[in-house]
């Protein structure tokens, strides 16, 4: 049963989807934003009739709503959620609270890595096989900005473990896990388990009528789910043909049925291992709705790679520059070395998240002739790889980064952006980051 009256903490793009959401279905609504909110945000709510204040909170106002819808970005310790909680107020982030009033097929994606492309491919092929699908949550617009607006049949959805923190019945019908490594430990206490708990909780409520898609290959999820059992049918795929793996390979990749029947898929759009599993992932998605497997197979060859993730960028003097911005942690840029075929010139850095970059040492060792250090602080960078590569270069600037790459590459090098960190130290997120070096690489 719905409140009359909700607030919602934060005024970015999930705060709003819940104040847009929660005016849509006839309740009061209050945002509290501890920051400055954005005027055009400002005139949106002032558009709606929804109240808010910005520069602090009124706990007296919170407490007088039953529901309060908590942006993820906001943490638990933070002083406003602790006496929320203290006080006996339902605390929910804005996905739990947009799905509580849709009565469409929820397909929820999350993942240390790939999760963006394997949303985005999942939606493509929904898309391409004639079926009214939704896409949001962490990419794009908010769910509860789309609903607002309408609701749709199927909602295809990327959500963070910042957001699964805050869900509380949250049910997919469809739930993918593409991997869990180390990210975001920071906001964990720089404990593992807790991460994988979070990540965990995609699956808390599913039922054996659901379907949860899992990566066979990778040791956090097989940890995460000895010690989190899932109760919906479950999915896994693999690069090697096993048992248990309903999808296997690299190229061809090919996918089992209940019943032995098969298809082998040939030709695949995105290149490397992590697409392998990207596309498995969001094949089997497809599969588990009845998808069929001509338009999987069709829309596996045409789906065009999203911006920030290995793009390519331009060829000058015979070198390739790519933009593999949104690698933000260790395990996104160790997929990126990993499928570079010429001498490759590093530029990484940023804001660290409890980085452990010893697993990029043997790539580094084998792949990478000089590292350009992108970053305010870039000593542990420094000392991890000091005696793995011939060069190391420290800058601050995205276009001292460039310039410095560029003067150290040769014909047929590569300048790689994979900063296996955050951008908030110097950029205000990876978008801008890859913006700035597509821009210095146009300027040489």
Known sequence: MQPERIAVL??????????????KLGMEVLVSDAGRIKSETKTELLERGIDFE????????????????????????????????????VLMGEIEF????????????TGSNGKTTTTLLLHHILR????????????????????SERDYPFWVLEVSSFQLDDTLAFRPHIAVLTNITPDHLDRYNDQFER?????????????????????????????ALA?????????????FEQPDALAFGQGPIQFKTENSESMNVFELALQGKHNAYNSMAAALAAKALGVRDETIRASLADFENIE?????????????????????????????????????????????????????LPLVREKVKALICLGVDNQKLINTFKDACEFIVETTSMEAAVRAAYGLAKKGDAVLLSPACASFDLFENYEDRGQQFKEQVRKI
């Not at 010690?227 to 690069?239: D, E, K, N, T």
Request: glycine share 12%; aromatic share 6%.
């Open 227 to 239: 010690a989190h059992p899932v109760q919906a049918r479950q999915q896994g795929f693999s690069l």
């Open 10 to 23: 934060g005024a970015g793009e999930s705060g709003l989807g819940a104040a847009l959401l929660g005016r």
């Open 98 to 109: 947009a799905a509580r009033f849709t009565q469409g097929t929820v397909l929820a994606i």
């Open 54 to 89: 910005e520069g602090g909170h009124t706990l007296s106002r919170l407490m007088e709503c039953p529901w309060v819808i908590k942006s993820p970005g906001i943490p638990e310790k933070a002083e406003v959620v602790q006496a929320l909680r203290k006080a006996g107020v």
């Open 128 to 147: 391409k096989a004639g079926l009214d699908a939704a896409l949001g949550g962490n990419v794009g617009t908010s769910m509860g900005r789309l609903l």
């Open 195 to 223: 991460y994988q708990a979070s990540k965990m909780r995609i699956a808390l409520n599913q039922t054996p009528d659901d379907t949860f898609i899992f990566c066979l290959d990778d040791p956090g999820t097989l940890e």
């Open 308 to 360: 920030h993730r290995l793009e390519a960028v331009l060829q000058i003097g015979g070198v390739s520059f790519i933009n593999d911005s949104k690698a933000t942690n260790v395990n996104s840029t160790w997929y990126a070395l990993d499928s570079m075929t010429q001498p490759t010139v590093w530029i990484a850095g940023g804001v660290d998240k409890g980085n452990d970059y010893d697993p990029l």
